[in-house]
């Protein structure tokens, strides 16, 4: 999907997240997050409290099942239910997709939480730098 903000700081306090600039053209990364743990409980809410409100209202998210901590199928974040999906998905283990009925899909890149600061950050500059 294109609809994105421009990349910012992280739009609330401890949100670790950049997105991809609006643009025209296709790309396979719409955003980076570096959360701060593997805990799908804890760390969910928080990104999806911070998207921007034109992604809508995100009812499903696809991990990495060998990465993140156990989670129920499904968990009420905002207001909404979300269903909770984990993938063994070789291709894209530092994943996170996020699907809204009518809107589409997003996905973002995953840093892992245990990333230094001095590493993380060039991360995702460059990931959402270069033509994903």
């Known amino acids: 999907m294109t ?3 421009s ?10 997240l950049r997105l991809a600039p609006d643009s025209p053209l296709p790309r396979r990364v719409d955003g980076v997050w570096w959360p701060r ?3 799908l409980l804890t760390e969910l809410p928080q990104l ?3 998207l921007p409100p034109a992604w809508g209202h995100i009812v499903g998210v696809t991990v990495n099942g060998a990465a993140w901590s156990a989670a129920p199928g499904r968990m009420i974040v905002c207001d909404t239910v979300v269903h909770l999906r984990k993938a063994a998905a070789r291709h894209a283990p530092d994943s996170v997709v996020l699907l809204t009925p009518g809107q589409g899909r997003w996905d973002l890149l995953v840093v892992p939480p245990d990333t230094p600061e001095e590493d993380a950050e060039p991360l995702m ?3 959402l730098g270069a033509r994903t």
Request: net charge neutral; charged share 10%; glycine share 10%.
């Open 3 to 5: 609809t994105t903000a």
């Open 7 to 16: 990349p910012s700081p992280p739009p609330s306090p401890g949100l670790r």
């Open 37 to 39: 743990s593997y805990d």
């Open 48 to 50: 999806l409290a911070g």
């Open 125 to 127: 500059t460059t990931a």
